[in-house]
């Protein structure tokens, strides 16, 4: 008979786990032990929030299972932020945590023992799909199997595992567990019909993709829709790149922008498709609801919590366009709208150039620099902002940002687990605020030598809520931060880097440099860029 660690092992490998992200302790060693002696990648970080964010970063480059694996108590509760992110951003996470023995637990008494909750699965709760304890040895080997279908299943998410370390010594057979994978029924066709006929019929017909239909894979489909329908396509932060910027319906981003917000106005048909049209992209439900809204999701409720739609297809993004696909016919007017939407992008960026020359110094050099296949992770931070509205991403999977929480300090240890996928070179953008909660990890990026490089976007402190303070006329008070010497730090890790000001000559010739070279670096670009049109502050529809 195998431990229970050994068990907990076999089934992550029939998983097909590859990367595991955690920090040991005296109650998950056994759990080290058994990787050791698998396939598995186990990559050590210096804090249990780096191990979530690590894992889902993971999760968003590759749409594969990310694992988290930390020890009890305090060590699970310091990656409720990550996991948290993960929730809001539909997220296959699974988090791995050990309990106290469970021979020393007494039902509502917390007795002391060492790293003792007295409840760990209902931290975790509001930000899981399930939180659970397993509660015999024999049943490790089927709570993770059933955790990890659970986490990929639309709407995904993370999923939380407690053993009690007394377990994962104990030599025990193991129980099966029953397949299942849960499937949707088919799409009514009376349904499908109606949709079909208002699309058919409309005027303006406007296409909006979120994250759904990106973890679907439906960019394809969706576009070929789009061409057949003459309809604009807007994705959301998380649909960044489900159709390539040369698509000729492929709407520029951000939506946030008045140019692209009118394409939204106009439209006397919407089609949503995995969204669920939240607040940050709708500049909190300002944007009028469309005369006609079809919705296209896995969750019915989901679809309906913000703006109610006249019809519901519920099922997989990519099988229900493929759906409407058959019987529609082409219209006229492609080449008409690839026109407008070029000339739309050509005005928001001579805006940008003329009122934020930075930023657009800024996203040229990204979009000149990096190679074809780099995934770019971004912070809440303003340049994060700046990203997350305009870099054209060229293929899904290729961007990251965490505006489904908000978390701030996302970017960096994401980037960690974008580059452990094996996908290439991965992009951090940071500002100095957020860089400094996981800085500790460039211990982990040294060590692992992963292909990371770090742009850390200098401003002395937190930038966004400077220019809330500034634009309110308040005293600029908690955000102006005494930072470190970020060269000297990283080097003292044994992680190349160095500084330059501003976003011009220096910036491209050092950041074109950086992401050709093997090993992992930091960029710091010492510069003040004002937040974009996609950020609160500045939602035209709410000051206009």
């Not at 909006?208 to 960019?219: H, K, P, S, T, Y």
């Amino acid at each position: 008979m195998k431990t229970g660690a050994q068990h907990l092992v076999d089934t992550l490998t029939e998983l097909g786990a590859e990367v595991a992200f955690g920090l040991p302790g005296v109650h998950n060693l056994p759990i080290w032990e058994a990787l050791a002696e698998s396939g598995i990648r186990l990559i050590g970080v210096r804090h249990e929030q780096t191990a979530g964010y690590a894992a889902d970063g993971y999760a968003r480059a590759t749409g594969k299972l990310g694992v988290a694996l930390v020890t009890t108590g305090p060590g699970a509760a310091n990656t409720l932020g990550a996991v948290g992110e993960a929730m809001a951003s539909a997220s296959p996470v699974l988090v791995l945590a050990t309990d106290i023995p469970a021979k020393l637990r007494r039902p509502g008494v917390v007795r002391g023992v060492l790293h003792e909750t007295s409840d760990q699965a209902a931290m975790f709760a509001p930000v899981t799909k399930s939180a659970t304890t397993v509660e015999v040895a024999e049943d490790i080997a089927p709570a993770v199997a059933r955790a990890a279908r659970l986490a990929v299943q639309p709407q995904s998410g993370p999923v939380y595992v407690g053993v009690p370390t007394d377990f994962l010594r104990e030599h025990t057979t193991r129980l099966s567990a029953p397949d299942s994978t849960e499937r949707f029924a088919a799409i009514n066709l009376t349904d499908l019909d109606e949709a079909q006929r208002l699309l058919s019929g409309a005027a303006r017909p406007l296409i909006w993709a979120g994250g759904g239909a990106a973890r679907a894979e439906a960019g394809p489909v969706i576009g070929e829709l789009a061409e057949r329908l003459a309809a604009p396509v807007v994705t959301t932060f998380a649909g960044r790149g489900l159709l390539p910027p040369s698509h000729p319906c492929a709407a520029p981003n951000p939506v946030h922008d008045p140019e692209v917000g009118a394409l939204w106005d106009e439209a006397d048909v919407v089609l949503g498709i995995g969204t669920d049209f939240d607040g940050l992209m709708t500049q909190n439900w300002l944007m009028p609801k469309p005369p006609k809204l079809i919705a296209v999701n896995v969750d019915p409720q989901d679809a309906a919590k913000n703006y109610p739609p006249d019809l519901t297809l519920v099922g997989d993004a990519r099988d229900v366009v493929s759906q409407l696909l058959t019987g529609l016919t082409p219209r006229p007017g492609l080449d008409e709208l690839t026109g407008r939407l070029r000339g739309l992008h050509d005005s928001v960026r001579r805006r940008m150039r003329a009122d934020e020359p930075q930023a657009a110094d800024f996203l040229g050099t990204l979009e000149e620099t990096l190679p074809e296949s780099a995934v770019v992770v971004a912070d809440m931070c303003v340049a994060g902002y700046w990203a997350g509205g305009y870099h054209r991403v060229s293929a899904p999977r290729r961007f990251a940002y965490p505006m489904g929480w908000g978390t701030l300090g996302f970017g960096f240890p994401a980037s960690l687990g974008a580059a452990a996928a094996g996908a290439g070179r991965v992009v951090c953008v940071s500002g100095d605020g957020g860089f400094l909660y996981g800085c500790g990890d460039l211990a982990t990026l040294a060590q692992e030598s992963l292909p990371v490089t770090v742009i850390i976007v200098d401003d002395g402190g937190y930038g966004m809520l400077r220019y809330d303070q500034d634009r309110e006329g308040l005293p600029q008070r908690g955000v102006n931060l005494h930072t470190p010497d970020f060269v000297g730090l990283a080097r003292s890790f044994g992680v190349h880097a160095d500084q330059v000001k501003g976003f011009g000559r220096a910036f491209r010739r050092r950041l074109g440099e950086f992401v050709r070279a093997e090993e992992p670096n930091v960029l710091v670009v010492r510069a003040n860029l004002t937040p974009p049109l996609n950020t609160s502050p500045r939602w035209y529809r709410a000051h206009r």
